[in-house]
């Protein structure tokens, strides 16, 4: 377990799984993007789980780090899933008209889990 | 008929910290005032967007957080006012997707979105007032 900053970052196997449990200020959230960036290029990490269920209030500002997040580490070669996202949360983003395009997204830490292996695999066996 | 005042308490945005206060601030009155976790949600990302604008845009402002009835409805009023460069395109950033600083540009046109009532008063070189009204939901 790794601690950069307020935002812990599990290991699991070859995936990290980074809970956001605190609200996200804009340079706490700006700071995560880089701590979780650097840290797949260290650990070469070829999973990214993102878990935004302490999330209580997702704002364009924190929403738009969240998928550029997804979108740079996915560039990089890891597969992202961000998950967790609760209700008032996905139905305030979409009626402000926000589009989390790029970024797969799954109910909870299990699936999103699952995702990642199914797509890890699927990497491997040269499928599509 | 103007809705009343029944409780006002003010804002000062100056820096980040400020954005993130605000948007408690009106997340504690929604739920003290019993709005559903939906219309909660609405308000307070709609302040979270409104202050950060203020913090970006003009540095500083002032606001308002109010309980507000007209008679037979209770709501939130939260007004932003600063001091710092206007809006010069206003139709196209209410449209949305329109953006100067970080961010979507979606914090004024996503604010007007999530909010009940919304309005905005700007002078270019003078400043911006914007005022939201969420509503409680009749439960």
Known sequence: MSAHGPIPVLRIGSTLLASIQVELRDTIADAFQEDILKMIAKTGATGLVIDITGLEVVDSYVARVLGDTGRMATLMGTETVVVGMRPVVAATLVRMGFRMEGVLTALNVEDGLALVSDLLVRRHSGGH | ?139
């Open chain 2, 1 to 139: 008929m103007a809705p009343c005042v029944l409780s006002s308490e003010k804002l000062v945005i100056a820096c980040e910290d400020d954005v993130v206060i605000a948007r408690r601030k009106v997340r504690l009155l929604a739920e003290t005032l019993g709005f559903d976790p939906f219309t909660t949600a609405a308000i307070t990302t709609a302040t979270s967007e409104l202050c950060r604008n203020t913090w970006i845009h003009a540095e500083k402002g002032t606001g308002l957080v109010e309980q507000i009835s007209d008679g037979g409805r209770i709501g939130i009023r939260v007004e932003l006012r600063d001091d710092g460069p206007g809006i010069a395109d206003l139709d196209r950033v209410l449209a949305g997707g329109y953006s100067t600083a970080k961010s979507l540009g979606l914090g004024v046109s996503g604010s007007r979105r999530l909010t009940d009532e919304f309005r905005v008063d700007t002078v270019v070189g003078r400043g911006t007032v914007i005022t939201v009204v969420k509503w409680k939901r009749p439960t």
